[in-house]
């Protein structure tokens, strides 16, 4: 026992420092170089505001005086606060509208390209919309969607249609803030897409046609596979965003009427800059974080996002 003992030891000492050569050779030297402005950067405008905002969440702070430790009160208050539960609610609401929409239409618009036009124009003018600032895009669409004056309402009255209130109804003001987000980031959707296409081999699809397989079966049984790990990306990634959803309410409705957009990201941006309720704000972050930590560990293990149909 006393000899194997030794012999264990020096051979985790001798893998320790193989790991430690690997690590820190001249090669990694040079690649730690490189990310040490990110790093910095990320440390700097994430990483420390984000533990900060932890510490803030377990304290009152209204901005004007100094933080008062009350320990657990904030994450209390948030299980019984209604206007909480109706945030993310309308968040909940937010991603199932945008998130089916856009995906299916980038994903069609995407095949389409691929199968019909590889046109450098198209991709520009795909891509167009999601150039723009969401501000912009905001502020256009408020003008759009004007119940007297808008573009949409007019081309209604051609048809014989009523006018429809859009921003300004309780039931249609969130279904308008996603149409808003759908056009202008389907075509950045497609453009991912289209990407991940063009990685598929093209004899794959000479086979499927030999085989004598149309579109639909080409397209269920190669493209839609093989497209696996982008279909992961995109959904994550598109997820994340509508969580996030901001720019767009605070240009057009700032979370009327009557709450209907009041997504939680407004919500937490309410209680820190308006009502200077910092502490209570940065604990409705926190549960954002770890629901939004959640969602994507489950989203990556339902569609199985580290495995490819390539391999």
């Keep these: 026992m006393t000899e194997r003992m030794p012999a264990a030891s020096e051979r985790v000492v001798a893998n320790l420092r193989r790991a430690a050569k690997r690590v820190f050779n001249a090669e990694a030297g040079t690649a730690y170089l490189f990310i040490l402005p990110s790093l910095i950067g ?46 993310m609610k309308v968040t909940g609401l937010y991603v199932l509208y945008n998130i089916p929409i856009q995906t299916i239409l980038g994903l069609f618009m995407a095949v389409a390209m691929h199968r019909l036009t590889q046109s450098l124009a198209v991709r520009g003018v795909l891509v167009l919309p999601y150039l723009v600032s969401n501000v912009v895009v905001g502020l256009a669409f408020l003008w ?72 639909w079966r080409l397209f269920r049984n190669i493209s839609l596979p093989l497209l696996r790990p982008v279909m992961v990306f995109v959904l994550v990634t598109s997820v994340i965003g509508s969580f ?55 989203q990556m293990r339902f569609l199985q996002g580290s495995r490819s149909e390539l391999e």
């Design 144 to 215: 759009v969607l004007d119940p007297l004056l808008g573009t949409v309402n007019m081309m209604l009255g051609w048809f014989g249609i009523a006018r429809q209130p859009f921003l300004g109804s309780p039931e249609q003001a969130l279904a308008s803030i996603a149409g808003i987000n759908i056009w202008r980031h389907m075509g950045f959707t497609a453009l991912l897409f289209y990407a991940g296409l063009q990685a598929i081999p093209k004899e794959l699809y000479e086979a499927g046609t030999i085989d004598g397989a149309g579109e």
């Design 42 to 87: 990320f440390s700097v405008f994430y990483g420390y505001p984000a533990v900060r905002a932890v510490v803030i969440s377990f304290t009152e702070w209204s901005l004007l005086r100094a933080p008062r430790p009350i320990g657990l009160d904030n994450y209390e208050r948030l299980l019984g606060d209604p206007l909480f539960w109706n945030a």
């Design 244 to 298: 996030q959803i901001f720019d767009t309410i605070a240009v057009t409705t700032q979370g009327g009427p009557v709450n209907a957009t009041r997504a939680i990201v407004w919500y937490i941006y309410e209680n820190a800059f308006q009502f200077f309720r910092m502490g209570y704000a940065s604990a409705l972050s926190v549960v954002l974080f770890l629901i939004l930590i959640t969602v994507t560990i489950l």
